[in-house]
């Protein structure tokens, strides 16, 4: 019978989050993340089995942390307002103070070296969701209306996650979320001939 938990989960995960999103996935040793979780080695293996099995609880951790944001997609009523959606309520914790800048699904995998290869597809595969979201969100706008029948929904969602990856990495970098607010709207100005 396996022994219980002696750790809050939801806070070691927490703890791991950070360590991954700032180093990335092959920059954070085993020590750093111990440490940052107040956890010994063979706690943490116990618990999660490796080190991508806790990167994997962490992607979990990290979708669960960002569900809002889904919400809100599914719940625009146009193309455009899903599009803004997209980016400007992305732009709200790309820039979180309380997390570190950017989107863990983009910087823990930026440096990542051949032998982690399964933990960038991973993440690509993570990401593509939302371009898929993204593509039956602006089909039903063609349904409804309200984005033109020419458009190319799929390239269109492939689109704005490319404009949002930019945000991603430029949030990171340091630029304010009111620079990272005027770059979206120049982007989505260029697709004003697209809404129905």
């Not at 440490?35 to 979990?60: I, Q, T």
């Not at 933990?119 to 706008?141: H, I, N, P, W, Y």
């Not at 945000?167 to 129905?196: K, M």
């Amino acid at each position: 019978m396996p022994r219980p938990r002696k750790f809050d989960e939801g806070v070691a995960l927490d703890q791991a989050m950070v360590v991954f999103w700032t180093l990335g996935y092959d920059g954070a040793s085993m020590a750093e993340l111990t440490k940052a979780m107040g956890m010994n080695a063979p706690s943490v293996y116990f618990a999660f089995g490796s080190k991508r099995g806790l990167f994997d609880a962490v992607l979990e951790r990290y979708d669960e942390r960002r569900s809002h944001h889904k919400d809100s997609l599914l719940t625009a009523a146009t193309a455009r307002e899903a599009a803004e959606r997209m980016l400007f309520g992305a732009i709200e914790w790309l820039t979180d103070p309380d997390e570190p800048p950017g989107c863990l699904l983009v910087q823990s995998g930026l440096a990542s070296g051949i032998a982690s290869q399964d933990v960038c597809d991973e993440l690509v595969r993570r990401r593509s969701r939302v371009s898929a979201l993204l593509t039956a969100l602006f089909e039903k706008g063609q349904s409804n209306g309200n984005l033109v029948d020419t458009a190319d929904a799929a390239q269109l969602a492939d689109y704005v996650q490319l404009v949002f990856s930019g945000l991603c990495v430029q949030a990171a970098a340091g630029t304010s979320r009111t620079g990272l607010q005027s770059s979206a709207h120049l982007a989505l100005a260029g697709l004003s001939e697209l809404w129905g």
